[in-house]
């Protein structure tokens, strides 16, 4: 992912899957303001709908199956970050940043 004004990365692939809103950023090379193309933003939302879901998901099966908060806890976490990683892989490698006017 290049920025559309330096051609450099405006951030590296840990600092944009970690950032909260990563559909738009300023580049750290040139300061230019950039917002994500429509498949970034797709990979965004569609990990925030994702992980919604699968909360409400643990939390129906911790009164089914009787889980402990830990448990619970742990498995919110951990598909919080495959979710986040996935889809900040695939964000990274097919979108692309263009200049917010």
Do not use: H
């Amino acid at each position: 992912m290049k920025c559309p004004n330096c051609q450099k990365n405006p951030m590296t692939f840990f600092q944009f899957a970690l950032q909260m809103i990563p559909v738009k950023t300023i580049c750290r090379n040139c300061q230019t303001r950039l917002k994500g193309d429509m498949i970034l933003r797709a990979a965004y939302y569609a990990a925030l709908i994702l992980a919604v879901f699968f909360g409400l998901r643990v939390v129906a099966l911790k009164e089914s199956m009787n889980w402990e908060l830990p448990a619970v806890i742990l498995s919110i976490t951990a598909f919080v970050i495959v979710t986040i990683l996935i889809s900040a892989g695939f964000a990274w490698k097919f979108g692309r940043y263009v200049k917010d006017e």
